[in-house]
């Protein structure tokens, strides 16, 4: 259940480093192409919404929704390492 896997992470994630706690995180939904997962999308995606997250539904096997994943996660990681760079 997406639910309590993210408040597992979030656990994780504040004992680990509060530094972490303020770093973006996305929900990513992935074997979107089998049929019981794509059944969950729209679940999923609203749980996302909930609780502020963006939300990316992905198949790493087909490649669908990955690159705008990747996309995105480029343009944070791109865009943290010029806040970096400039102070």
């Given amino acids: ?13 504040a004992r680990h480093s509060e530094e972490l706690r303020s770093v973006e995180r996305v929900l990513v939904l ?4 089998l049929d019981f997962v794509t059944a969950e999308q729209e679940r ?7 609780q502020g997250l963006l939300f990316f539904a992905i198949s790493a096997a087909s490649g669908e929704g990955v690159r705008q994943l990747v996309n995105h996660l480029g343009q944070k990681v791109s865009a ?7 102070g």
């Fill in 1 to 13: 259940d997406p639910d309590d896997d993210v408040d597992a992470i979030e656990a994780e994630i």
């Fill in 30 to 33: 992935n074997r979107i192409d």
């Fill in 44 to 50: 999923v995606r609203e749980f996302a919404e909930s």
């Fill in 80 to 86: 943290h390492r010029q806040r970096d760079e400039h």
